[in-house]
Nanobody, 122 residues
Framework: QLQASGGGLVQAGGSLSLSCAAS????????MGWFRQAPGKEREFVAA????????NYANSVEGRFTISRSDAKNTVYLQMNSLKPEDTAVYYC?????????????????WGQGTQVTVSS
């Protein structure tokens, strides 16, 4: 199970931090990712991190503004979002993949959290 939290309303230029707590069979999870879906748009990749080696991967649109990290002890993945823009407004989903690499491909994730709303006002 994946439980995402930390969304909310923030002004443009502000920051938010999302968390995703994993429970259950975490030993089979290698990569964790964040995706987002804005109204009327397809779900898109945001960031991913390989579980065991900590390598990360970012969408071009968030590179340099967002940081993904994880706590092995807490089985939790974080997404620190800085310099937020109105176009970052979406429902953010965390997901788990059995792939070892920090994959950006939605189809390679087989467990999904419930989503948390992030709204950035202009």
């Amino acid at each position: 199970q994946l439980q995402a939290s930390g969304g909310g309303l923030v002004q443009a230029g502000g920051s938010l931090s999302l968390s995703c707590a994993a429970s259950g069979r975490t030993e089979s999870t290698y990569a964790m990712g964040w995706f987002r879906q804005a109204p009327g748009k397809e779900r898109e990749f945001v960031a991913a991190i390989a579980w065991s080696v900590g390598r990360d991967n970012y969408a071009n649109s968030v590179e340099g503004r967002f940081t993904i990290s994880r706590s092995d002890a807490k089985n939790t993945v974080y997404l620190q979002m800085n310099s937020l823009k109105p176009e970052d407004t979406a429902v953010y989903y965390c997901a788990a993949s059995p792939r070892r690499a920090a994959t950006m491909y939605l189809k390679e994730y087989n467990y999904w959290g419930q989503g948390t709303q992030v709204t950035v006002s202009s």
